[in-house]
């Protein structure tokens, strides 16, 4: 009845209820011990060739889940059954198998397969002689036969698939069997079918049935795969040998042959054995004309597919012969000198297959190339080798070259694929370049000279191509610290003569994008050049500048140069200053497109906002190098705009958020403020990146561009007006903007500064936490009162690292900006992060906007939860910051109820927080606490206390938190900062009284051994804190056992 309604559910007429009901019988016959039997049935009167191929694919996945997951569990009479049951499903299978779809014979053979490394050899002794029937049910049970034998090395020796240690050693072992019982009739079966197949016999015809090909090909592919692991005189005989060279002339049969020949040559095997088989092979296989490259058709999909496996043969075969010479050039000269001799004899053949016209051919023979020119380094160099070299360049250049038709605005899988493959030619070109680098010099000149001085008259493919080696050329010649020009040599004269024919070739107005962004590429990678011929700075300046560069109509370019004129104003400063003001006019002009709201001009296409950043940092590069009386003056122009920008969509937003509820709010009104949102962080970023020419606060004191940068900070920090309210998909945008402004307002301005507007920043979020319908002004002296708004803790998870970085930079100067916000964090950490409840209406009404999704109270507990989380973490990294900067007086100074509140959290987060990374900091902050407690502060007392009653127990309790495990690194960590709490807890309060308190007191009442005790005692008195750490571990984890 079972099988019954499994075939209805998976018929052409199954009904819903049916399916639904299907699958729910078969998750439980899967999840059940005993589940298969109720397919036992199927042996009886082969009943399962007669159910449809569906559920016979289903039938057969099951079994396969119950061996992976059930049968070893089973016990014996329940795995001889299924043993049993298995065997007379491959019976039937072999009486049957002419009817089966090639797709269940697959599935049978992945079954069988999982069955045999399971159950062979302890049970299913004779698995390998029992499967050995199929090859005579003709040409299905051969194929079958082999689909079974390749599973099963799959399942032994694919190295893509993880296995554990347990694992590893039963395959091993397995294969140990197998080389002792089977793997010799094994061979003598693959023997049989290579013969059938060469035979003409009724069985196979491969010279005009794919499907004979295909399965001779699998019977090479299983040899291939077997004789990675088998003894090499099982299979590898001249009869082998001949049937294997025969097939590689058979045009169903080559590939798959050529293939088994590479696996035989890559057996490891002794210099004197492999060198004469490697060479042998190859003369045979020229001998009829199979390594004649030029033979083969590169538009034929066969001929192609089967030179790839041809390059890959010689790649691998190359490489064999490359490491024998690598071993014994050392230690046996005449061995090397072989090694090398066929190594050579076969660079013909590399040197077409690196020309070939398809590129996947040529891929699959780098890596030989690149060794070849390797060993060549380390030899002498005769006229042939230089010939050979040169081919070689011939070849790179040949393939380095776009097609004509090559799509460069809209890159598809090719186009993608032909980049990868250039980067692999680039390690060739550096090759060769090591090896000679005033030939490939040379070449490059040649080749530039060729084209770029006359490139009207050349295609866009020629151009590129000479100007990419010249860019090639610039990393690979040797330089010291990037600069090629430190010293002058044959090499750097003919570089300086391409730079100069370079920029004064105009080859800057070749209208195609390839050519454009390798040209600046170019101009950025051999900036030092620039430094020492200033007459060619106007030029390059003017190509950025202009509609070539920024202004270009492709936006790739524009793009890319955005960036690349950036690179080239930070590297030559000194060298473009005396152009400045030509240039801050010209940068003007093109930003003011970024303000045009609707800016639409064919002739100089807008350049996108995410670019545009980088030309404020140019203008900012360039403003900083003014006189301090014109500096401001220009920064305060170029930042007007921006702040009337900013101010504007910090009002459309705040206007929005105010006036629309997030439940009526329309999609349009949600796209609107959405891209405001964006154009807001958009500016934000814009002034942000002004402000990165000034690395310190003493360059922006210098410039005179302190109140400027003040100014922009002002309109900023409206931005903290708009409600915060994540389901509203924008306020978290702004929030990050604002954040990104202040960071770089820690560096640029004086502490002073940063430390009042960093306060008011924070209490005005805290005050919006805790009153939400009354802010604070912010901004300074002329700051605006913001409306009402709705902000929760997610906001102060924002701005805590901020804080943390203006506590670690100025220290003891930032303990009065922290006074006023301590306490206020402190609140809300207490009442969100330790907050357990999730009915709990304060911390709900106070986290609640953060929530991305509010469809169920499931969904909204698990956004409470995570912000706990985050908070807690955020908190405590507050606490370390504070404390490990000579900030502790704001905790101190409050009084005994804060410090224990603090202490107490701490603890908390020590023992019970899920996260080992945490918990170590947690410890590191109770460590810090007891250093730092003295009586000045009032603490000492309490800390002790503390200490004695929650610090030292933690340290032992933190191994019994739920989620400790003793192997995990970061748990590890964890504990052995706990050891270095209670290491220093004894130095500050004597190693006596604590070793006292801890065998006396604390370990008997957790019922820890007496001898256990001692030692740990008596480490304690003894041992330095980094041996204490590592005594502490092992002995807590004798004591786990």
Known sequence: ?????????????????????????????????????????????????????????????????????????????????????????????????????????????????????????????????????LKDRGIKGIELYLMILKEVNCELSD?????????????????????????????????????????????????????????????????????????????????VVGLLLSLSFKKGTRKAAIETIDAVCAKGMLPDSKMPMIDSFYSVLNSQSILT????????????????????????SVLQLVDIFKEYARKDFSVSNKALSSIEEKVPIMLELVRCEDDDVSKAILNSTKELLAIYRQISMTAERKEITQQIMLGLVKKY?????????????????????????????????????????????????????????????????????????????????????????????????????????????????????????IMVRYDKFFAFNSQHIPTVLESFTGHSGVLSKYSQVRGRCAYLFCRFIKLLKSSVQPHRDVLLGKIEKIIEQVFALDYVDSQSPRIENEDSQFLFEAVGLLIQMCPPESAPVMLGSVLRPINQRIEQYADLLLEISTSCDQTRMS?????????????????????????????????????????????????????LRVRQDFTLGFTNVVYAAVKQ??????????????LHYVKLTMESLLQAINNPSSVP?????????????????????????????????????????????????????????????????????????????????????????????????????????????????????????????????VADGALHFPDPVTQKLCFTILKKFIEVADDESGTACDVKNFAFSNVIPACFAVCCAPNFNPKDAQSNMALMEA???????????????????????????????????????????????????DFYKEWINKLLG
């Open 401 to 521: 070259k776009f097609e004509p038709d090559f799509n460069f605005e809209n890159s598809q899988d090719d186009e993608n694929d032909f980049y990868v493959f250039r980067n692999d030619l680039k390690y060739l070109f550096d090759s060769l370049a090591k090896l000679d680098n005033m030939l490939v010099t040379e070449f490059v000149q040649t080749c530039f000279m060729s084209t770029v001085p006359s490139w009207r008259s050349h295609s866009f493919d020629e151009v590129e191509l000479s100007l990419h080696l010249f860019y090639l050329l610039g990393e690979a010649l040797p330089h010291v610290s990037g600069n090629i020009f430190t010293a002058e040599s044959p090499c750097t004269v003919i570089v300086c003569n391409i730079l100069h024919a370079l920029v004064t070739s105009e080859v800057v107005q070749f209208d195609h994008p390839a050519v454009l962004l390798i040209y600046f590429e």
């Open 741 to 754: 402004y202040l960071h770089r307002m820690v560096i640029c301005l004086p502490s002073e500064i940063i």
């Open 667 to 719: 999609q349009q009104m949600k796209d609107k403020a959405t891209a405001a949102a964006q154009n807001f962080a958009d500016f934000v970023s814009f002034a942000s990146r002004l402000s990165k020419a000034f690395q310190t606060s003493q360059a922006v004191e210098a410039s005179g561009c302190g109140a400027c940068l003040v100014e922009t900070l002002d309109f900023v920090l409206k931005g």
């Open 159 to 239: 190295r893509q698939i993880a296995r554990t240690e347990e694992e590893f050693k039963r395959n091993t072992f397995i294969k140990d069997t197998m080389r002792d019982d089977c793997v010799s009739i094994m061979a003598d079966s693959w023997k049989w079918i290579l013969n059938q197949a060469l035979s003409n016999t009724t069985v196979f015809d491969i010279d005009h049935d794919e499907n004979s090909a295909n399965i001779v090909s699998l019977c090479l592919n299983v040899m291939a795969g077997y004789i990675q692991w088998i003894e090499i005189g099982e299979l590898v005989n001249n009869e």
């Open 979 to 1029: 050891a270095t709490a209670l290491k220093v807890s004894a130095e500050k309060y004597g190693e006596n009284v604590v070793a006292e308190y801890l065998a006396n007191s604390y370990l008997p009442s957790q019922n820890i051994p007496q001898d256990r005790i001692n030692e740990l005692t008596i480490a304690i008195k003894t041992y330095d804190a980094k041996r204490f750490r």
């Open 1 to 133: 009845m079972e099988i019954a309604l499994l075939g209805e559910a998976l018929s052409e007429k199954s009904t819903p209820d049916v399916r639904e009901r299907a699958l729910a019988l078969y998750q439980q016959l899967s999840s059940s011990n005993i589940g298969w039997k109720t397919f036992s049935c199927l042996t009886e009167n082969a009943y399962f060739f007669e159910i449809n191929s569906q559920l016979q694919f289903a039938t057969l996945v099951l079994l396969q889940d119950h061996v992976k997951n059930h049968f070893d569990s089973s016990n014996e009479v329940e795995q001889a059954e299924f043993r049993q049951f298995a065997q007379e499903i491959l019976v039937e299978f072999g009486n049957k198998v002419h009817v089966c779809p090639r797709l269940t014979n697959t599935k049978f053979a992945s079954f069988l397969s999982a069955l045999c490394v399971h159950d062979y050899p302890a049970n299913w002794k004779t698995f390998f002689r029992d499967i050995m029937f």
């Open 293 to 316: 490259i030029s033979k083969y058709d590169a538009d034929d999909e066969d001929d192609v597919e089967y030179l790839c496996s041809l390059s890959a043969f010689v790649n691998s």
């Open 777 to 905: 002004p912010l901004g300074g002296g002329g700051g605006v009162v913001p409306k009402s708004r709705h902000l929760s803790a997610g906001g102060l998870i924002e701005f805590i690292p901020l804080v943390n970085q203006v506590v670690a930079r100025y220290k003891k100067q930032s303990v009065e900006m922290l006074d006023g916000i301590f306490v206020p964090v402190l609140q809300v950490f207490s009442m969100v992060a330790l907050s357990q409840d999730p009915t709990d209406t304060t911390a709900g009404q106070v986290v609640s906007s953060a929530s991305h999704v509010s469809c169920s109270s499931t969904d909204e507990e698990a956004t409470l939860k995570e912000l706990r989380s985050q908070l807690k973490r955020s908190f405590f990294t507050f606490i370390n910051t504070i404390l490990h900067n000579d900030a502790f007086p704001v905790i101190t100074g409050r009084g005994q109820d804060v410090v224990w509140m603090v202490l107490m959290s």
